[in-house]
């Protein structure tokens, strides 16, 4: 399998241009490159809890999805552990509909016969990539009175695997 390029070549807010329409003529992006993120909530769903814990983004930027499902991971073993199942809830809360393309170059001996430059550069699908906007939440963990120090200890554990600038932010719900 091919080494994935690092994100900083992805990671600005640009206009998105990745046209797919159900006329095949007017589709540019052929295939949709399956998501990554395995489950976007987790723990106990049905409970209300008093505190609510969100990473929050700091700036524009877009988040892959397989750095998005590493910190859904992380995040998910430090509170399954710790407070069990049922005491705790995990939302990803941002979608990767974003589809990142590539168009590769080659080069070296022969890459003249091979490369068409820049001439239909639209490039292929290599993934896909999350939107985000500065003040929107990431991650949102539901949790007791109990449990706030340990949801703070995961999600900066999760604030790690992700690119950029992020804080915590504790709201807690009316009775």
């Known amino acids: 399998m091919a080494k994935l390029r690092k994100f900083i070549a ?23 490159p399956h998501v990554k993120i395995a489950k976007f909530d987790m723990g106990n769903l049905k409970k209300r809890f008093d505190y609510y814990l ?11 999805d397989n750095a998005l499902d590493s910190a859904r991971q992380t995040c ?4 399954e552990k710790t407070l069990t199942t049922t005491g705790y809830n995990l939302k990803i809360r941002i979608y990767p509909h974003h589809i990142l393309r590539e168009n590769p170059l080659a080069s070296g001996a022969g890459a003249d016969r091979m490369s068409t430059g820049m001439a239909h550069s639209f490039g292929k699908p290599i993934g896909l990539a999350a939107r985000v906007r500065k003040g929107q ?13 340990t949801a703070t200890k995961a999600l ?20």
């Open 10 to 32: 992805y990671r600005r807010l640009e206009r998105p241009y990745t046209r797919v329409s159900k006329f095949r003529e007017k589709a540019y992006i052929r295939i949709t």
């Open 54 to 64: 969100s990473l929050v983004s700091k700036t524009d930027l877009q988040i892959r």
């Open 76 to 79: 998910n073993r430090l509170l």
């Open 137 to 149: 939440e990431i991650i949102t963990v539901g949790v007791s009175k109990e449990g706030i120090e």
């Open 156 to 175: 900066n554990k999760a604030r790690k695997k992700l690119p950029n600038a992020y804080t915590i932010t504790l709201t807690e719900t009316e009775k």
